[in-house]
């Protein structure tokens, strides 16, 4: 069974930083598209992050050059580093991963909070 774990969310102070980490279980993943996408109250899931198997990378525009994603497929682990958080960055965030064959699974959250 294919499980995503997401930790390391929590309340900080606007310009700081936090680390996000999804680990994977189940199966491969290095072959995958992995990607973090995030949830306000009242808003839809938004695009953050992905990182392509062959480590292309792709940002939305709103946290550009602040976050940073990145992977280690030997640990199963993704990773988004926030710096500079802002309050507009609150959110649920969760990880997801998509095969070749355009298989999503996605984890069950982690609440960020960064307060102003």
């Known amino acids: 069974q294919v499980q995503l774990v997401e930790s390391g969310g929590g309340l900080v102070q606007a310009g700081g930083s936090l680390r996000l980490s999804c680990t994977t279980s189940?199966?491969?993943?290095?072959?995958?598209?992995m990607g973090w996408f995030r949830q306000a109250p009242g808003k839809d899931r938004d695009f953050v992050a992905r990182?392509?198997?062959?480590?292309?990378?792709e940002y939305a525009d709103s946290v550009k050059g602040r976050f940073t994603i990145s992977r280690d497929n030997a640990k199963n682990t993704m990773y988004l580093q926030m710096n500079s958080l802002k309050p507009e960055d609150t959110a649920v965030y969760y990880c997801?991963?998509?095969?070749?064959?355009?298989?999503?699974?996605w984890g069950q959250g982690t609440q960020v909070t960064v307060s102003s």
């Open positions: 997801t991963t998509r095969t070749a064959s355009g298989s999503r699974s």
């Open positions: 189940g199966r491969a993943f290095s072959s995958d598209t």
């Open positions: 990182i392509w198997s062959g480590g292309f990378i």
